[in-house]
């Protein structure tokens, strides 16, 4: 099993900047490529963005690309996701999800059911 905690959540204004992250405990952290995302009431989750294992590759959903950054800290455990330029169309429960990835150091799967264990999620809501 791994353990996966969000935090960093919270209310914000258009514009503004969050910086989620998410701690990691119970298995070999690093082997686990690493992805946020998201679920907005009444829609279903979509994929936001996501690291490689090896931290070399990440991916990005259109409308978040130039404002959101993920990273991860294999020392530490833990990944994050900054946000910046904050839209009210961000609002959302923001979920971080580990998949255990086999061979490419790159890939980066953008589908949920890719992905093996879920954190319970953090509110990130944006005001206009």
């Known amino acids: 099993q791994l353990q996966l905690v969000e935090s960093g959540g919270g209310l914000v204004q258009a514009g503004g900047s969050l910086r989620l992250s998410c701690a990691a405990s119970g298995r070999t952290f690093s082997r686990y490529a690493m992805g946020w995302f998201r679920q907005a009431p009444g829609k279903e989750r979509e994929f936001v963005a996501g690291?490689?294992?090896?931290?070399?590759?990440?991916y990005y959903t259109n409308s978040v690309k130039g404002r959101f950054t993920i990273s991860r800290e294999n020392a530490e455990n833990t990944v994050y996701l900054q946000m910046n330029s904050l839209k009210p169309e961000d609002t959302a429960v923001y979920y971080c999800a580990a998949a255990r990835v086999y061979g490419a150091a790159s890939f980066v799967p953008t589908a949920g059911r890719a992905y093996d264990y879920w954190g319970q999620g953090t509110q990130v809501t944006v005001s206009s």
């Open positions: 690291i490689s294992w090896s931290g070399g590759s990440t």
